[in-house]
């Protein structure tokens, strides 16, 4: 199974403050047609978690673009340029690029 | 607009068989994948199985001997059926749609306790 290692566990920003989470893959997760299934996703404290940005860089539709996803084959980076009250809780990183799909250990975002 | 519900017992006893059902609206099971996803308390996220719109389904290698999932696409519901339940799976059990994970339900917690 692909391990997908997140770091660090835990973020302590100030609003404003821009941070970035890492996300390595203990494989390529460049897919045979060209793609590379790496997603990030946020869940908010008592909530389901939503989908963030897809395929390394994309953000999904009503994503603020403050965030922004980077990286290729094993080596993957979310940055939140200017965090915002509204963007604390755990960020994961998710593959499907091979089955089964795999998560990273998740990032908690802390506000100070 | 896309919905997912989870509906099942919150509380099964040890080596009982856990049912849950997903129930989708606003997309077609036969046009989309749908995604089971467990997280223990505290803990973080881990993919449990999933039935593909053709109907074959793929499952966690560590449970696939004790689980099924199948659907009912007149009823657009989706089953998660796992036996020989233990109390390490006490989770929040999540259905979600396609291999993005686009939609999330809003889970259903589930205890594993005598």
């Known amino acids: 199974d692909v391990v997908l290692t997140q770091t660090p566990p835990t973020l302590l920003a100030t609003i404003g403050q821009s941070v970035s989470i890492s996300c390595r893959s203990s494989q390529s997760l460049l897919h045979s047609n060209g793609n590379t299934y790496l997603n990030w996703l946020l869940q908010r404290t008592g909530q389901s978690p939503q989908p963030l940005i897809y395929l390394v860089s994309k953000l999904e539709s009503g994503v603020p673009n403050r965030f922004s996803g980077s990286g290729s084959g094993t080596d993957f980076t979310l940055k939140i340029s200017g965090v915002e009250a509204e963007d604390l809780g755990v960020y994961y990183c998710m593959q499907f690029t091979h089955y089964p799909l795999t998560f990273g250990s998740g990032t908690k975002l802390e506000i100070k | 607009q896309v919905q997912l519900k989870e509906s099942g017992p919150g509380l099964v006893q040890p080596s009982q068989t856990l049912s849950l059902t997903c129930t989708v609206s606003?997309?077609?099971?036969?046009?989309?994948?749908v995604h089971w996803v467990r997280q223990p308390p505290g803990k973080g996220l881990e993919w449990v199985g999933a039935?593909?719109?053709?109907?074959?389904?793929d499952y966690n290698s560590a449970l696939k001997s004790r689980l099924s999932i199948s659907r009912d696409t007149s009823k657009s519901q989706v089953f998660l059926k796992m036996n020989s339940l233990q109390t390490e799976d006490t989770a929040i059990y999540f259905c979600?749609?396609?291999?993005?994970?686009?939609?999330w339900g809003q889970g259903t917690l589930v205890t594993v306790s005598s």
């Open positions: 606003g997309f077609s099971l036969t046009s989309n994948s």
């Open positions: 039935i593909w719109s053709g109907g074959s389904t």
């Open positions: 979600t749609r396609s291999s993005g994970l686009l939609d």
